[in-house]
């Protein structure tokens, strides 16, 4: 399901969105849920407290905090949310992409721009689904594109997933949960029961130790490396990779 959250304290266009998106969802059978508020600053309370959303609809000009403003405040939470600015100048349209606007959609809003608009946010949605994780962490809510995860550990209670970026992320979990969710993905391989790493990063493979592109060196248990070598093999040779 994709969530949807739209904040605009003109009750007309309040309105209005209301009914474009029941429309929208109707004739695309979309798998949409919607929640709207009339405030800025009821939208930041619900995402710090733990709400998520995958698509923001935020009107630029609004008594309390402006959505350009509540937009930065929102990404100190949410660095992942797809956020659509609604205006009717474009005087801020500069400033609305430093906080990684999606789109600026022009008020008056009419049904031929505002469904074509939808369907390309909705498909970048589901893009993201496909090959993300989405971590609720101390810093906010991110999504982590699979392909840049080089490995993860778990350290007590607490997942540490290491990005090609050199960013290091932390999120309550279990490493079995992790490897369930990742199974259907080849490219991961679960060496010591404490780590889960991408194999596209593998550099090297000892009798105890996987060394990663970055440096990291993940120990191997005794007599596993011969199994772990021939999971990496094979990987390599279903990516077409030349062995020597």
């Given at each position: 399901?994709?969530?949807?959250?739209?904040?605009?304290?003109?009750?007309?266009?309040?309105?209005?969105?209301?009914?474009?998106?029941?429309?929208?969802?109707?004739?695309?059978?979309?798998?949409?849920?919607?929640?709207?508020?009339?405030?800025p600053?009821?939208?930041?309370?619900?995402?710090?407290?733990?709400?998520?959303?995958?698509?923001?609809?935020?009107?630029?000009?609004?008594?309390?905090?402006?959505?350009?403003?509540?937009?930065?405040?929102?990404?100190?939470?949410?660095?992942?949310?797809?956020?659509?600015?609604?205006?009717?100048?474009?005087?801020?349209?500069?400033?609305?992409?430093?906080?990684?606007?999606?789109?600026?959609?022009?008020?008056?809003?009419?049904?031929?721009?505002?469904?074509?608009?939808?369907?390309?946010?909705?498909?970048?949605?589901?893009?993201?689904?496909?090959?993300?994780?989405?971590?609720?962490?101390?810093?906010?809510?991110?999504?982590?594109?699979?392909?840049?995860?080089?490995?993860?550990?778990?350290?007590?209670?607490?997942?540490?997933?290491?990005?090609?970026?050199?960013?290091?992320?932390?999120?309550?979990?279990?490493?079995?949960?992790?490897?369930r969710?990742?199974?259907?993905?080849?490219?991961?391989?679960?060496?010591?029961?404490?780590?889960?790493?991408n194999?596209?990063?593998?550099?090297?493979?000892?009798?105890?130790?996987?060394?990663?592109?970055?440096?990291?060196?993940?120990?191997i248990?005794?007599?596993?490396?011969?199994?772990i070598?021939?999971?990496?093999?094979?990987?390599?040779?279903?990516?077409?990779?030349?062995?020597?």
């Amino acid at each position: 399901m994709t969530r949807l959250a739209f904040c605009d304290d003109d009750p007309n266009i309040h309105d209005q969105l209301t009914a474009l998106l029941e429309k929208y969802r109707t004739q695309r059978k979309a798998d949409l849920e919607c929640t709207a508020f009339r405030s800025p600053l009821d939208l930041l309370a619900a995402i710090e407290s733990g709400a998520r959303y995958d698509i923001l609809l935020l009107d630029v000009l609004m008594p309390a905090e402006d959505g350009i403003t509540a937009a930065k405040e929102i990404r100190q939470y949410d660095k992942t949310v797809h956020i659509i600015f609604l205006t009717s100048s474009t005087e801020f349209a500069v400033e609305s992409y430093v906080v990684g606007a999606y789109f600026y959609l022009l008020k008056p809003i009419w049904e031929d721009s505002f469904f074509p608009l939808m369907d390309s946010v909705m498909a970048a949605c589901r893009r993201a689904e496909q090959r993300s994780l989405v971590l609720r962490c101390k810093s906010g809510i991110s999504r982590i594109e699979l392909e840049k995860l080089l490995y993860c550990e778990v350290l007590s209670r607490t997942l540490v997933f290491h990005l090609t970026d050199g960013r290091i992320l932390e999120s309550t979990g279990s490493m079995d949960e992790l490897a369930r969710q990742l199974a259907e993905y080849p490219c991961f391989l679960r060496p010591h029961r404490s780590f889960l790493v991408n194999m596209e990063y593998i550099r090297s493979i000892t009798a105890k130790t996987l060394v990663l592109t970055d440096g990291a060196q993940i120990p191997i248990p005794h007599g596993r490396a011969a199994d772990i070598k021939n999971q990496y093999l094979e990987y390599a040779f279903s990516r077409k990779q030349v062995m020597l």
